[in-house]
């Protein structure tokens, strides 16, 4: 009995110590950093970031405390201030309605100030509050009663943590978007700092602001070489409401750009301490030849093509689709000339009339809206005060423009939601390459695509947190990238060749200028490529003899009424289509394919997307994945399908050193009871194996059968994951494949819990094809029963049916021998209170 538990004690650390050194090579290869709750002492809640581009320092506001990190040292603890609310408050908010959880202070702002303070902004129990961070110290400010000093917050942090809202410091003042009062139901852009009677905001009507949700901002200052007519700084705002313009029986949300002016200061009689400069126009992401658009705004990144001039500022646009079910996102880019344009251009008309056609106003003259500029001020309109009240008038009237500032998607991905963005530019200012679009998703995710001309190529899918930590924030600081989640902090490499480990990933990124050299690495060159594909003639140096658009055949075998789903990665707006053999049951899922395996399904399955090709609009169709199904032969070990990630072969291993921990715990101690009494029980030698002590409180998913050679001829749920959960559909397995473009699909075996009905994909990780799993749950099933109510017994309905076989093939000392362990292992205190569920059970509730 000890040999085997000796065993497990040597066997556990190393199999953990695997465990890690495979989670550091996946990031650890370019000196990438994690960051989790143990680093951060349990704080949680990361909601903004604010870094020190000179120090590089990053400061980090999270619930009722701020912490700061040293991204050059990140192995070093960071320094952390706790900023909570008194016991009084956080009662009073609970008894205003408000739960216990949101009645924290979730630190919302943290900006910048000009003499070396940073200042901070909390939704302090729903009563927002604003304070002085000193950066040398690294405190808050104290009030001469030994509190921390603070002003009120509202108009510059939203009351709630879960509310939309953006700021940004222009020139030391402060600009925001938020809500501003304690239900959530009135909306300001206003300016919220500096003098009193400079700080403005946006007319209460549903024309300026129709239920908005604020998503980003940015502040573009015009520059003294490149601004020849004087035009004043601007400050944008980026959001989605829903549209008046639109009469339809249901709430049709746009995406929207504001801009005003920096030394706007209001009218003197119309519009007083409101703008009197703001303007919005629609943005409109829509791929025209399929007429599909993507009408709600989740992410902005705002960056300069030509660094240092603020007229190549380019806006990169993240969306998804009111209209569609499934799971779709977006990227468009919009450049600010052209929101200039619109701005420039015609008012639209809102009035509403009997009439079927209105006359609109005459625009009068200065144009309204427009920032004060040299030939304005020429002639005597040295501030907004002195507009006259029909100028202001006519733009509190009109503040939407006519026109729209419309571009056609870079990046279409089906199935999946992205939450952040930012981008990187490639070559030089004389010679542009193109850009690097890092994607962080709501499942952990970083993904990178490169955006060369028309065509977007996935590079990489990074997995960084858990499912269940959505990526909401991603900072770009000499050459890596700072990506958040509301535990986590990751630093990782964003720039370089060196970023692309394989032969494959390196040619489809040679269009950013990389190239995959004779020592077996990928390094940069000013070499331009040859005539033609330029990604397709360098996958043609790799040893996989492929193109970009000419992928091999993965020859798949398969049994009769597998279920399984042919991966193919879409890229493009346009949509993919497959060929296949005309006697097939298959359905498409966004881009991929399921089909049921029958003899008339066997054949060749092509994956072809429509692409826009080098230099022209007119789509393109590129083959993305081949396979050719095949029966398996009935004399071999069959297919095998394997995890496509190392996260999920590290949660498999996780489970089970867990597993094996629980057994040495429960050997151990059973053999020192047996040595205590040993004249009192005695268990037959036959009884059990040295593998009757592993998990003994089994899952309650029904295992496979011992006489399957193939996990491939097992049925089991489809499952569709979705925000991190895993939704059974129906049953059949997936497989797993290398889908073209670099698209890594996992080929997780999902089990059916009896228990709700519900696969997921926590709950399979425990669970093992192994034969001797049958004999442990029969022990377990005969343990509870009786002592766990009937929803435990009916939930292991199915493995006693098993056990009974099973009984009969042991015998009666074996029957005997679990009689007495069962006696030995009811007298112990654990088991005479309800059996408390295993890991498995509990992650599926």
């Given amino acids: 009995m000890m040999l085997p538990g000796g065993a497990m ?47 590089g320092m990053l400061y980090l506001g999270a619930k009722d405390a701020i912490l700061a990190v040293d991204t050059n040292k990140p192995n070093q603890p960071p320094q952390m201030i706790v900023w909570d609310v008194p016991v009084d408050r956080r009662k009073s908010c609970v008894a205003k309605g408000k739960t216990e959880a949101d009645c924290n202070n979730y630190i919302r702002l943290l900006e910048f100030l000009g003499d070396g ?9 729903f009563d ?31 009351f709630e943590p879960s509310q939309h809202y953006t700021a940004v410091m222009a020139g030391g003042t402060l600009y925001t978007a938020a809500t501003s009062n304690f239900l959530g139901t009135l909306f300001d852009i206003s300016r919220a700092t500096g003098p009193e009677q400079e700080r403005i905001r946006t007319e209460r009507s549903i024309n300026w602001l129709s239920d908005p949700e604020f998503v980003s901002s940015a502040f573009i200052e015009q520059s003294a070489d490149s601004n020849p007519t004087g035009d004043d700084d601007k400050i944008y705002f980026f959001f989605t409401e829903v549209a008046k313009e639109y009469d339809l029986y249901t709430k049709v949300k746009v995406p929207r750009v504001a801009r005003v002016c920096k030394s706007d200061v209001g009218g003197m009689k119309t ?18 030849p399929s007429g599909q658009r993507y009408n709600i705004l989740t992410d902005v990144f705002t960056t300069q ?54 006359n609109p106003e005459p625009v009068p003259t200065p144009r309204p809206g427009q920032c004060l500029n040299s030939a304005l001020k020429a002639e005597g309109f040295e501030s907004s005060l002195k507009l006259p009240d029909k100028v202001l008038t006519f733009v509190r009237d009109h503040p939407l423009m006519e026109n729209s500032v419309t571009a056609a998607p870079l990046l279409v991905r089906k199935g999946i939601t992205y939450t952040k963005l930012a981008v990187t530019q490639t070559g030089t200012e004389e010679r542009p390459r193109g850009a690097v679009l890092h994607l962080g998703t709501d499942r952990g995710e970083l993904h990178r695509v490169a955006v060369v001309g028309q065509n977007a190529t996935l590079l990489q899918e990074i997995p960084l947190f858990s499912s269940q930590e959505p990526v909401n924030n991603i900072l770009l600081h000499q050459g890596r990238a700072l990506v958040g989640s509301p535990l986590s902090l990751a630093r990782i490499q964003a720039e370089g060749c060196a970023l692309y480990p394989s032969c494959e990933v390196c040619a489809r990124a040679r269009g950013l200028g990389c190239v995959w050299t004779t020592e077996g690495a990928c390094r940069p060159t000013t070499e331009e490529p040859g005539p033609g594909d330029m990604i397709d003639d360098a996958l043609r140096k790799c040893d996989i003899q492929e193109g970009r658009c000419t992928p091999s055949i993965r020859e798949m075998r398969v049994s009769k009424g597998l279920r399984l789903l042919l991966p193919c990665t879409q890229l493009s707006p346009r949509p993919c289509s497959w ?69 999920v072969l590290a949660i498999y291993i996780l489970f089970f050193c867990g597993g094996l ?37 089994g899952s309650s998913a029904t295992p496979q059968s011992p006489s399957s050679a193939s996990l491939l001829s097992e049925g089991f749920r489809l499952t569709e994951k979705r925000n991190g959960t895993a ?3 129906t049953s059949t397995t997936l497989l797993s494949n290398q889908g073209n473009g670099g698209h890594s699909y996992s080929g997780t075996l999902i089990h059916n819990n009896p228990s709700n009905g519900h696969g997921n994909s926590l709950y399979a990780n425990c669970n093992t094809s192994s034969s001797e799993l049958k004999f442990t749950e029969i022990l377990a099933a005969d343990m509870l029963d009786g002592r766990t109510g009937e929803r435990e017994k009916g939930n292991l309905n199915g493995v006693e049916r098993e056990g009974d076989d099973v009984d009969e093939g042991l015998g009666d000392g074996v029957e005997q021998g679990m009689k007495g362990l069962e006696d030995e292992l009811a007298s112990f205190p654990m088991f005479k209170s309800p059996a408390p569920l295993a890991k498995c059970e509990e992650s599926s509730i």
């Fill in 128 to 158: 927002p509050q604003c304070a002085f961070l000193e950066r040398s110290s690294f405190t808050l400010e104290k009030s001469e009663d030994g509190g921390v000093k603070m002003e009120t917050g509202k108009g510059k942090c939203p």
């Fill in 117 to 125: 303070r940073i200042y901070a902004c909390g939704t302090y129990a």
């Fill in 271 to 288: 519009l007083q301490r409101r703008w009197t400069t703001f303007l919005k126009a629609e943005l409109v992401c829509e791929d025209k």
């Fill in 579 to 647: 060929e296949h053999p005309p006697h097939r049951h298959t359905r498409q899922h966004h881009s991929d394919l399921e089909v049921t395996v029958t003899e008339d399904s066997l054949g060749v399955y092509i994956c072809t997307c429509q692409e826009a090709g080098p230099g022209i609009r007119e789509p393109t169709p590129c083959r993305r994945a081949a396979y050719q199904l095949t029966l398996e032969d009935p004399t071999s070990g069959g297919a095998v399908a394997t995890a496509g990630g190392r996260h």
């Fill in 9 to 55: 004690l040597i066997l556990l650390p190393m199999l953990c110590l695997l465990w890690g050194a495979s989670w550091a090579a996946t990031l650890g290869g370019l000196g990438d950093t994690i960051l989790g709750p143990k680093e951060f002492r349990d704080v949680a809640n990361f909601s903004t970031f604010l870094l020190d581009q000179s120090s």
């Fill in 727 to 729: 939704t059974t559909t």
């Fill in 305 to 358: 093509h030509i660094p240092g001039d603020p007229s190549s500022t380019h806006f990169y646009g993240l969306f998804t689709s009111q209209w569609q079910r499934e799971e779709v996102s977006a990227v468009c880019v919009f450049s600010l000339s052209d929101i200039s344009k619109v701005m420039d251009g015609p008012f639209k008309e809102l009035k509403k009339t009997c009439e079927n056609w209105i």
């Fill in 661 to 697: 921990a629980f057994g040495v715990f429960l050997i151990c101690f059973v053999n020192r009871r047996h040595s205590i009494a040993r004249q009192g029980h005695h268990l037959p030698d036959n009884s059990l194996s040295s593998e009757k002590g592993r998990d003994l409180l």
